[in-house]
């Protein structure tokens, strides 16, 4: 089983519209979770961490966190399509190695 | 500095020929990390510095590579006798352990290897 599972995609989604990614892992004792943004040929941009259960909300992102389901979701609202990229889900427990899953792949349509 | 510093950002190198790629991170971080990613690929973990020691170095692929970090600053992973089966981009990320900031990491431009 993966530390971290992600749906490869792509998710398509028309602009404007709210794109929602979502990520498992398998690790109880996991503590923080982050959200990275990859463009295709560049290096992972973090853009949310969250670590406590609920939602965290920054600009047009909302990071959520259910820890007793073992679940991470990202909420993208009026996407646009300079959104479009692979989106990194990873956790990290005891400060330790991020474990990165394999990223979902969002497609915006203008 | 500002961010993390990687060079350098591509080398083509010669089968069986060794390689060093170089990492800077971000100035007062703790943390540092050594990732691999193949072409169309997910995140490989290759090694974790905290400070100068490496309590996890299980991602190394084998005894051709190796790491180290010096100062509790800069850190060079080497890579000898290359194989074309190398060739990928190496990414570096650091982040400041502790506190409720969590341990956010940041990642640098990467070093883009080629193996010929």
């Known amino acids: 089983q993966k530390e971290v599972e992600q749906n490869s995609g792509p998710l398509s989604v028309p602009e404007g519209a709210i794109a929602s990614l979502n990520c498992t892992y398998s690790?109880?004792?996991?503590?923080?979770f982050f959200w990275y943004r990859q463009y295709s040929g560049k290096s992972p941009e973090l853009i949310m961490s969250i670590y406590s259960n609920g939602d965290k909300e920054d600009g047009r992102f909302t990071a959520q966190l259910n820890k007793a389901s073992q679940y991470v979701s990202l909420l993208i609202r009026d996407s646009q399509p300079s959104d479009s990229a692979t989106y990194l889900c990873?956790?990290?427990?005891?400060?330790?190695?991020?474990?990165f899953g394999s990223g979902t792949k969002l497609n915006v349509k203008p | 500095g500002a961010g993390v510093s990687q060079s350098p950002s591509n080398k083509v190198t010669e089968k069986g020929k060794d390689v060093e790629l170089r990492c800077d991170p971000i100035s007062g971080h703790t943390a540092l990390y050594w990732y691999r990613q193949s072409l169309g690929q997910g995140l490989e973990f290759l090694i974790y510095?905290?400070?100068?020691?490496?309590?996890?170095k299980s991602g190394l692929p084998s005894d051709r590579f190796s790491a180290e970090r010096t100062g509790g600053s800069v850190s060079t992973l080497t890579i000898q006798r290359t194989q074309q089966e190398d060739s990928a981009v190496y990414l570096c990320a650091s982040s400041n352990r502790g506190g409720d900031a969590g341990a956010e990491a940041f990642f640098g431009q990467g070093t883009r290897l080629t193996v010929v």
């Open positions: 690790d109880r004792g996991s503590q923080s």
């Open positions: 510095f905290q400070g100068n020691s490496a309590p996890d």
């Open positions: 990873a956790v990290n427990r005891n400060f330790n190695k991020f474990y």
